[in-house]
Each structure stands twice: as C-alpha cells, then as structure tokens.
C-alpha cells in the first residue's frame, strides 16, 4: 500500500511539475488571465496541485506512519502532521495547514475574484515546491531506514 501512494503522489507531482515549470515563465498579473493557453497551464497545475495535497494528507501520510507503527485509526489530521514533524518529513504542522487553506481556497475560485485567485496561485507555486521537499524527504527517510517501497 504505501509503494502504491508514494507512487500515486509522484505521479500527481511530476504532472503538476510540467505545468509549475510553464507557470514560474509567466508575468504573474492580472494580464494572466488574457492568455487561454496559460489559463490552460493554470487550471492544470492548480487540479494537480488540489490533488496532491489531499492525497498526501489523506492517504500518503498515513501509510508512512502505518508502515513505521506510528499511525493509529483515532488519529486527527493534525496528529498526523505532530507525528511526521517529530520524524522530521515535514518542517512545521501549520505550515500543512496553510496549504490546505490556499487548496480550499483553490477550490472555490469565483470569476470576480481574480486578484485574490492570483494570490492563491503565487502561494500554491511556493507550496508546491515545498510538497516536494515533503516527498523527498518521505523517499529519503524510507531509503534511509531500508523501508522499501
């Protein structure tokens, strides 16, 4: 199970990536959204982007605590992140958070809203590089404890 979701989050990532490295080449300004094909580059990255964030959340992490013995079916998300921060896979629970709150924000864009929306995708791009450093590290701790996947 646990090779599954860390291959399902790679695939998630790498596809979100193509459209992230597109992204980071335009001016990130209202006039972004005159362009339909970096509309196109937009829309794609930011489903990817929801997706990888709530499958890392609500599978990924769980695995990973269920495959070293940390993981305990009463568990809240936010125990969830405590743990993987004392196992140093991510830097700061809240910071977790914060991306689930640019996803949800993400997820109910409203068409009047497009400077708001512009700011959801200027964080979801520095969010998403630091999700991953969050799958390196799950790849690396892994690795580092013989725990093939």
């Known amino acids: 199970m646990l090779k599954e979701a860390v291959d399902t989050a790679y695939l998630h990532f790498n596809r979100a990536n193509d459209h992230y490295e597109d992204i980071l080449k335009y001016p990130l300004d209202l006039k972004l959204y005159e362009n339909k094909e970096q509309i196109k580059s937009i829309d794609a990255f930011i489903f990817r982007f929801i997706k990888l964030q709530d499958f ?3 599978k990924l992490f769980k695995e990973l605590l269920k495959r070293v013995g940390e993981y ?5 998300l936010l125990d969830v992140l405590d743990r993987l921060e004392k196992l ?3 830097d700061n629970s809240d910071r977790w958070i914060e991306y689930r709150i640019i ?23 520095v969010y998403f590089a630091e999700m991953g450093n969050i799958l390196k590290n799950i790849s690396s701790y892994l690795k580092e404890r013989n725990l093939h996947v």
């Open 56 to 58: 890392m959340g609500d």
């Open 72 to 76: 305990k079916d009463n568990m809240s």
């Open 88 to 90: 140093e896979i991510i």
């Open 103 to 125: 996803r949800n924000k993400l997820t109910h864009e409203y068409p009047n809203n497009e400077a708001d929306i512009l700011e959801g995708i200027k964080l979801a791009l």
